[in-house]
């Protein structure tokens, strides 16, 4: 007789709020499972998440940002837990991702939105302030550098080269996905526990996340990676709206120098250096919600 794992829901259930549901909007093509709550006619934030993650990694932000006076929207990217996930390389560049998130914003009524990312959703979130200015209202950084940035760092520093060997171990065909999915997904449980402090993630929220790993699979989050290495870059380089960086700086992945340099490339940048913070600098100090909420005020 075969034993299976049994895991919990991974929709707004996870958390325990009646202002929260889940919804499902159709945009660009792609059906999102979006997280939502706050006052609809209030001020509008979207918060993206990254790689390995999904809605629930803003979980320590959303009702803040409601009782703050915010309407908030977290979806789960297209090929992520709840979200549908289309086919193929191309359906995971920059370039759709950024037009899922300007559609999900004109799908509540919208011309604009505060945009907030973590993670390959920071990468998001730049590109839709770069490619759709107009539809950002303020941006929120965590722990990503201005794309510019990234790829000039990629090609002068072997050190961050060296950090960033998984980007290239993903254009891989077919491997990514089966040493990330054995033995019920514990690389990617690995990567999660390496990237954040003793303690960020324990056994009941691994267990959310190996039950959102489930629904997609591995591949359309290891598309996201070979989409990024086919995206073309904006036609801009410069941030025209107000910015803030939150930065922990003990990231394993991600050279704090970044964070700085990136600076360069906003008309109205702030950064923000979380001493002793990981990569998910969000979960670990509270001062990050603090500051998004003095920033998008």
């Known amino acids: 007789m075969t034993e299976t794992t049994a895991y919990p829901a991974t929709d707004a259930s996870l958390l325990a709020d009646d202002r929260v549901e889940s919804t499902y909007r159709t945009v660009n093509g792609v059906r999102l499972h979006v997280v939502t709550a706050g006052?609809?006619?209030?001020?509008?934030?979207v918060l993206l998440h990254g790689h390995p993650d999904f809605w629930y990694g803003w979980r320590d932000q959303l009702i803040s940002f409601v009782e703050a006076g915010f309407r908030v929207l977290v979806p789960d990217q297209r090929g992520c837990n709840l979200s549908e996930a289309p086919d193929g390389i191309d359906a995971y560049r920059l370039s759709e991702l950024s037009t899922d998130v300007c559609e999900l914003?004109?799908?509540?009524?919208?011309?604009?939105?505060?945009?907030?990312?973590?993670?390959?959703?920071?990468f998001v979130a730049w590109n839709v302030a770069l490619r759709q200015?107009?539809?950002?209202?303020?941006?929120?950084?965590?722990?990503?550098?201005?794309?510019?940035?990234?790829?000039?760092?990629?090609?002068s520093s072997p050190r961050q080269l060296a950090r960033s060997w998984y980007v290239w171990f993903y254009q891989l065909?077919?491997?990514?996905?089966w040493i990330l999915s054995r033995n019920d997904a514990a690389n990617m449980v690995s990567a999660l526990e390496k990237t954040s402090n003793p303690g960020t993630f324990d056994d009941e929220t691994i267990r959310r996340y190996r039950a959102a790993w489930q629904h997609t699979g591995i591949k359309p989050r290891i598309n996201w990676y070979r989409g990024f290495r086919r995206s073309?870059?904006?036609?801009?380089?410069?941030?025209?709206?107000?910015?803030?960086?939150?930065?922990?700086?003990?990231?394993?992945?991600?050279?704090?120098?970044?964070?700085?340099?990136?600076?360069?490339?906003c008309e109205d940048g702030t950064l923000r250096l979380f001493p002793d913070a990981?990569?998910?600098?969000?979960?670990?100090?509270?001062?990050?919600?603090?500051?998004?909420?003095?920033?998008?005020?």
């Open 39 to 45: 006052d609809p006619d209030a001020p509008l934030v």
């Open 105 to 122: 914003i004109h799908s509540e009524g919208r011309e604009s939105a505060h945009v907030v990312g973590h993670d390959f959703g920071a």
């Open 133 to 155: 200015p107009s539809i950002v209202d303020r941006l929120g950084i965590l722990n990503v550098p201005h794309p510019t940035v990234f790829a000039e760092t990629i090609r």
């Open 173 to 177: 065909p077919k491997l990514p996905e």
């Open 232 to 265: 073309e870059r904006p036609s801009r380089d410069t941030v025209v709206q107000p910015t803030l960086i939150c930065w922990g700086e003990d990231d394993i992945a991600l050279r704090p120098s970044m964070a700085k340099e990136s600076l360069d490339y």
């Open 278 to 297: 990981s990569h998910w600098v969000h979960l670990e100090r509270e001062a990050v919600t603090e500051a998004l909420l003095s920033h998008l005020s």
